[in-house]
């Protein structure tokens, strides 16, 4: 890229950070994922770790439609008010279980539909996020392995919580020496897996998205 055309690529998604009501510039990835791969529909239930401030959250309440839930979970809390089909928790997703997330959801139906009989089955869960990042060490391959165990966290819980054959996962991490490695493993649990790195991506960072779709039925 050249200099005018980095600069100009700064400027748009900085300009349009400050004009949007979102509470991140991290929004613009999501909307371009998911433009391009259609990831998020009407009545979904999604999960999203790493979820705080909150402009995903402000995104997907917009595109899961008066049916959808979205469930958010971060150490930091969400400062939003995004009304009865988002819910967050105040959670390290390295603790978190899918029998966490089950409950969380059967709480979050029972505040947006309160008419839903208390004992019926959660629903699966049609797209499983992660937008998460650790914090910083200034260590390259330290904080690499860091991220790539982020996404390993949220890897495993979408194993058991998206419904075998459908479903959508996408998890940011750092490309480093562990990228191979990490995406033959999503290979391992998704059929289509793709490496994407989004425009709205800061100049010069090293972070990717892992997209899978299509969760293989467990052996
Ligand atoms: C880039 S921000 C997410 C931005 C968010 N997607 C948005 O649109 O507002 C990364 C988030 O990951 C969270 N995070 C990092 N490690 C975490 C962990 N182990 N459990 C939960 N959240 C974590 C951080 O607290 C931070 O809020």
């Known amino acids: 890229m050249s200099r005018s ?15 949007s009501k979102f ?15 259609r990831l998020i529909g009407k009545n979904q239930i999604v999960v999203d770790l790493g979820c705080a401030p909150g402009s995903w959250l ?5 595109h899961v439609g008066r049916k959808g839930l979205v469930l958010g979970y971060d150490v930091a809390p969400v400062e939003l008010s995004l009304g009865p089909k988002v819910q967050t928790h105040i959670v390290d997703v390295t603790e978190l279980s899918p029998e966490r997330v089950r409950e969380d959801l059967q709480s979050l139906r029972q505040q947006a539909a309160p008419h839903t009989p208390p004992n019926a089955p959660p629903p699966p869960v049609d797209a499983l996020l992660s937008d998460m990042a650790p914090k910083l060490s200034g260590i390259r391959d330290a904080d690499q392995a860091k991220s790539v165990a982020l996404v390993e966290f949220a890897l495993q819980l979408s194993r058991t919580l998206i419904r075998p054959g459908q479903g959508v996962f996408v998890a940011k991490f750092f490309q480093g020496r562990d990228s191979d490695q990490l995406v033959a493993e999503v290979k391992r649990f998704y059929s289509d897996v793709k490496l994407l790195k989004p ?21």
Not at 11 to 18: C, P, S, T
Not at 24 to 34: M, P, Q, T
Not at 199 to 219: C, D, H, I, W, Y
């Open 5 to 19: 055309s980095r600069y100009q690529h700064k400027d748009r998604f900085f300009q349009l950070a400050k004009q």
């Open 23 to 37: 509470v991140a510039r991290s929004v613009f990835k999501l909307d371009e994922l998911n433009q391009k791969f």
């Open 58 to 62: 402000q995104y997907l309440a917009e």
């Open 199 to 219: 425009e709205a991506t800061r100049e010069g960072s090293r972070e990717v998205f892992v997209l899978g779709r299509r969760l293989r039925p467990s052996k």
